[in-house]
């Protein structure tokens, strides 16, 4: 059983930068893949980012890639996700998440944090 914790979160302007964090607990950190998903009122859950357990790959959803960059510290069981140029549609809660698998669909992580707020003002 992995415990995930995520902090960070803040309301900021339009064009700043925040630092997600999640910190793991319980369980053996380097063999997850680890993502990164956020859900907006009204909306579906959505994926953000992910980055493997092994060679470090990362992912990106388009609506992100070259504005958010994630990252892991197996030896310290955390995984960031650095937020830049943020818009107002990134208003939304995250959610940081362990899985097994090579996949980023979200049903594919066993483990979920319990979310910290974003939002972005025009």
């Known amino acids: 059983q992995v415990q995930l914790v995520e902090s960070g979160g803040g309301l900021v302007q339009a064009g700043d930068s925040l630092r997600l964090s999640c910190a793991a607990s319980g369980g053996t950190f380097s063999r997850y893949r680890m993502g990164w998903f956020r859900q907006a009122p009204g909306k579906e859950r959505e994926f953000v980012a992910s980055?493997?357990?092994?060679?470090?790959?990362?992912y990106y959803a388009d609506s992100v890639k070259g504005r958010f960059t994630t990252s892991r510290d197996n030896a310290k069981n955390m995984v960031d996700l650095q937020m830049n140029s943020l818009k107002p549609e990134d208003t939304a809660v995250y959610y940081c998440a362990a899985g097994f698998y090579a996949s980023n669909d979200p049903k594919y992580f066993n483990y979920w944090g319990q979310g910290t707020q974003v939002t972005v003002s025009s």
């Open positions: 980055i493997s357990s092994s060679d470090l790959n990362t």
